[in-house]
């Protein structure tokens, strides 16, 4: 069990999976793709992700998703790709944060208790989604 990760552990490639359980429309799916952290030349870090999405019957789909990490005291702070603040999560793992858009409020928890292999949890609720993902990293 590790019950620190060092940021710069987080750098590189990772194999990514995803679940998701919507509950509002009453389906389920996946994502299944790759993410990588790289230095960015703002002095923040980028993380992106490419992958293929399955939703329910839908056609399988590409998917793309890109954020701003910022090593700091203590964690990692997220932000949306133009700098607007998002969250920030500890490297212990545990108890995560919470980001509210619009009155639907989105709740993260990291898990970092088999390191190199770590997740994210997040559970997404208000009047428009209902929603919950589960991301698995590890190295490929």
Known sequence: MTDRVAAEGFL????????IEDRRAGQAGSFAGRASITEHASGHWRYHEEGVMRLGSAA?????????????????????????????FPL???PGADHLCGAD???VTYDFS????????????GPR????LESRYHRP
């Open 12 to 19: 590189g490639h990772w194999s990514l999976t995803r679940l």
């Open 60 to 88: 399988p789909m590409a998917a793309t998703r890109a954020y701003l990490w910022q090593p700091g005291e203590g964690g990692l702070t997220v932000l949306f790709e133009d700098g607007r603040p998002f969250h920030h």
């Open 92 to 94: 212990t793992g545990g």
């Open 105 to 107: 409020l989105y709740s």
């Open 114 to 125: 088999g390191w190199p292999l770590w997740r994210s949890i997040w559970e997404v609720r």
């Open 129 to 132: 989604k209902d929603y919950r």
